[in-house]
Every structure is written in structure tokens, then in C-alpha cells.
């Protein structure tokens, strides 16, 4: 009979691409295990098989408890984990790359490391905010600007169709129920869609912390991404979810957000968007699934790995 430990970690092909996945699954007040490569939900209901595989991001609400075994396989299958609570919505999150190669972790450094390459990596990702105004010679400032501009904008817009009265936007660490409706709205939506960028960014390969708009913090890079579909599906479904009432908003908001998710097969959309601000050639992926593991020479020079060059000339 085989263990946990003695399965071998799947290979990227035996895998569902992110894109491919279920956005998210909340979950609270039970126990998470694994059986075989599912995940089970325990609770007073009963238990409930959820292939592990097709995760985008596991919320784990109040009252939740979670195995070793369970966090094992999540991890096996890159799918990403966040602890998230009704006072403050924390966050914490985790997964494997789904990826093998080191690419677009690479050309993410590439990018960042540079001050001008970083500038226009931000400046891709503002073209995405705003398709009809090329922001190629805005500076940092004029970008922030506009940017906040844009939020306004779209809290404006939100309240005036939805009908539910906005003031300005409130976030009270440590004290979620402090905000009306529509900020907590915006706050539960936030910290999903962190999640789910988190879980992309992972999945990918990239590093959570190298961000291109955001800085100084360990999710920078997550933040940007998120903050990308911001006014366009989390403010939204924050609103729709409000317009219902002040109770349960949290919730509400996080079915809202799925379904929109889901609608507009946004997963898919956040893979590609990532690969095009960084201004990565997918053709640069190795062909099959095995794992290419190179040694650097002089020169920008990449020579097989897995063996021992002694004094042999490389070349």
C-alpha cells in the first residue's frame, strides 16, 4: 500500500492548466483532508469530493481546519491557499508553480531589475486599464493620477446603477464590519481577487514579490495583476452584492465575483495578460513535460546539466 510521501509530484501535463480551473472555492466551519489526489470537506452535512486539480485558489473561512495531506496535494497541483476571516479578511496564500521552467520568472527580472524596462512594464499594464488613451509618455505620477481618477469614476458609476448610496472608500484594519455595505463589498471582493491573481502568479512561475506599479511589499507583483480587473468585475459584483442589503454582504460579493469570473473566463485572460506586459515569447516553453535544467557558462552560455565537465572545454 503506497503513502503520501512515497506518490511522486505530477507532472505539469498530468495537470488542468490554471486557466482551465474553477476560479475559487470558499469553505468554512469544517475539516479539509485529502483522499487520494481529492480534497474532502467535512462538516455537519456530511463530506464532499473536490478534485484537487481543478482549483484555481482554496478559501479557507472561519471555523476551517486543514490537514498536512490536504495541503500536500494542493501544493502538488499548484493550487493556490488562502486563509481569509470576517474580521479584516486576512490573507496568506500559497501553491507550486505549474510550470517546470524558469522563463517567465526570468523575464520578469529581466524587466524589473531595469528602471526604464520597469517603467514600461507598468505602462503595458496601464494600457490594459486604459485601451483608448496611450499612456507611452505619462510619467509615474500622471499614471497614479489616472489611475485614481478611474476608481472614482467607477465608484461613482456603480453607485448611480446600482442605486446604493457611496460616500468614499473606508478600509478598517482589523475591523471588517465597521465599513457600510458597498466597502465591505469592495474589501471581501479585493481580497478574492488577490487570491486568484496570487494563484495565477504562482501557477506561472512569476515571483509575488518583483511588481512593476507596487512595491516594497511581498505581493507587489500580485497587486498589480488584481488591480488590473478591478473596475471592471471586483467594484461591480461589490455593488451587486450591496444593492441586495447590509447582511451577508461578504458572501454575497464572493458569489457575485465567481460568477463573473467564471462568465468571463477570466483566469485565461489574466494568464495571457501576464505573458503580454512582460513581453514574453510563449514559443520559448520547452515542447514536452520533462524538466530542462541548464548550467550558466561564460558568455550567456547555457550547457546541459546533469553531468560533470571537469577540465573538458565546454565548447
Known amino acids: 500500500m503506497s503513502t503520501v510521501s512515497q506518490r511522486s509530484a505530477s507532472s505539469p501535463r498530468e495537470l488542468n492548466r490554471v486557466g482551465d480551473r474553477v476560479s475559487f472555492i470558499y469553505l468554512e466551519r469544517c475539516t479539509v483532508h485529502r483522499e487520494d489526489n481529492a480534497i474532502t470537506a467535512t462538516d455537519t452535512d456530511g463530506v464532499t469530493h473536490i478534485p484537487s486539480a481543478t482549483i484555481g485558489t482554496l478559501l ?9 495531506q490536504a495541503m500536500s496535494v494542493l501544493g502538488e497541483c499548484g493550487a493556490g ?19 517546470r521552467s524558469s522563463g517567465l ?7 524589473w531589475a531595469d528602471r526604464r524596462t520597469r517603467l514600461e512594464v507598468a505602462r503595458a499594464m496601464y494600457r490594459l486599464r486604459f485601451p483608448d488613451d496611450d499612456p507611452s509618455d505619462r510619467t509615474r505620477q500622471q499614471l ?22 457611496w460616500h468614499r472608500r473606508e478600509y478598517h484594519r482589523g475591523d471588517f464590519a465597521a465599513g457600510d455595505a458597498p466597502n465591505q463589498g469592495v474589501t471581501a471582493a ?22 512593476f506599479v507596487h512595491s516594497g511589499h511581498e505581493q507587489s507583483f500580485v497587486l498589480d495583476v488584481a488591480d488590473l480587473y478591478k473596475t471592471e468585475v471586483a467594484i461591480p459584483a461589490a455593488f451587486d452584492a450591496a444593492a441586495l442589503g447590509g447582511e451577508d454582504v461578504a458572501t454575497r ?16 485572460r489574466c494568464v495571457r495578460d501576464i ?4 513581453g514574453y515569447d510563449a514559443s520559448r516553453d520547452p515542447a514536452d513535460a520533462r524538466d530542462h535544467v541548464s548550467l550558466q557558462s561564460d558568455g550567456n552560455r547555457h550547457v546541459d546539466g546533469g553531468r560533470n565537465y571537469g577540465d573538458e572545454p565546454i565548447w
Not at 479557507?60 to 481546519?65: C, E, Q, S, V
Not at 491557499?81 to 510550470?99: C, D
Not at 520568472?105 to 524587466?111: K, M, R, S, V
Open 60 to 68: 479557507l473561512g472561519p471555523g476551517t481546519r486543514v490537514t498536512h
Open 81 to 99: 491557499v488562502a486563509w481569509v476571516g470576517e474580521q479584516g479578511v486576512r490573507f496568506y496564500a500559497g501553491g507550486r508553480a505549474l510550470t
Open 105 to 111: 520568472a526570468e523575464a520578469q527580472a529581466t524587466a
Open 144 to 165: 497614479l493620477n489616472m489611475e485614481g481618477r478611474r476608481l472614482k469614476e467607477c465608484y461613482r458609476r456603480e453607485s448611480a446603477r446600482t442605486g446604493v448610496p
Open 190 to 211: 479585493a481580497q478574492c481577487m488577490y487570491g486568484i491573481a496570487h494563484a495565477v502568479v504562482s501557477a506561472l512561475g512569476c515571483s509575488p514579490a518583483l511588481g
Open 253 to 268: 460579493t464572493r458569489r457575485a465575483l465567481r460568477d463573473r469570473i467564471n462568465r468571463t473566463d477570466l483566469l485565461s
Open 275 to 278: 505573458k503580454s506586459v512582460l
